[in-house]
């Protein structure tokens, strides 16, 4: 009995070895003896990747639904800027990874409750929420300092599509 304690001990310790997380100094991460070599720009072009997903979901969403033709009118004006976005950021984290982004259900409790929300209020609930959205993600932008150029000036072009829309949002 005492034997299988001290087997099933070892062995647990053996997989948590296998997957500790090492410093190298160069990010390196082992994954059950496996180095993989991790840039932290990665999970940064990951999550901005979903904050513009959900973006273009909430606008397609405003789109059957809002009422307010000048919003309407402003959010399809810029929602190629964000296709392209789009687009450079998938690009960017496949050539990172050389991988395609993981799909996350991240912002799907937002999207579910501009869903739900009553049709004679839409408006303003929307933009309460996208107004919420975009202070938090222009904070969270300005917060991160990345020192690859092609991921920065990525950031930068997607800050200043977040904040010219903020100021939008602000003002009307």
């Known amino acids: 009995m005492k034997t299988k304690y001290l087997f099933i001990l070892s062995a647990l310790s053996l997989v948590v070895s296998c997957n500790k997380t090492t410093d190298d100094g160069d990010s390196k991460k082992q994954i059950a003896g496996k180095s993989v070599v991790m840039d932290e720009s990665v999970a940064f072009l990951n999550h901005q990747t979903e904050s513009i997903q959900y973006q273009i979901d909430a606008i397609k969403l ?33 050539d990172k990874s050389g991988t395609d982004v993981p799909k996350t259900d991240a912002y799907r409790s937002d999207l579910y409750k501009l869903t739900i929300a009553d049709a004679k209020e839409f408006d303003d609930i929307f933009v309460l929420y996208y107004k919420d959205f975009l202070n938090k993600t222009v904070k969270d932008l300005g917060s991160v300092e990345l020192h690859n150029e092609k991921v920065n000036a990525l950031k930068n072009s997607y800050g200043n599509v977040l904040y010219e829309q903020k100021l939008y949002f602000d003002v009307n």
């Open 62 to 94: 405003a789109n059957e639904r809002i009422a307010n033709p000048e919003i309407k009118k402003y959010l399809n004006e810029n929602l190629p800027k964000l296709y392209t976005l789009l687009d450079d950021f998938k690009k960017a984290a496949k």
